[in-house]
């Protein structure tokens, strides 16, 4: 989603408070994300959504 969230969710994952976690790629901090998995093998990437809810390009939002 963004920087600060993607950090928190692999802080999640590492500390076992999450087991596992998913890109979404349309969402503004997927670029970043994507470059995680390299630098974190350990840490299990799920699956990808090419939709966002907040973002109205992808098909989601108001």
């Known amino acids: 989603m963004c920087p600060e969230i993607?950090?928190?969710v692999i802080e999640?994952?590492?500390e076992g408070i999450a087991s596992s976690c998913s890109l979404m790629v349309p969402c503004p901090?997927?670029?970043q994300a994507m470059r995680m998995p390299g630098r974190r093998p350990h840490?299990?990437?799920?699956?990808t959504s090419l939709?966002?809810?907040r973002c109205?390009?992808?098909g989601g939002g108001r």
């Not at 840490?43 to 699956?47: E, K």
């Open 6 to 8: 993607n950090a928190a």
């Open 12 to 14: 999640w994952v590492e």
């Open 29 to 31: 901090g997927a670029a």
């Open 43 to 47: 840490v299990p990437f799920g699956s």
């Open 51 to 53: 939709r966002c809810a």
């Open 56 to 58: 109205r390009a992808s």
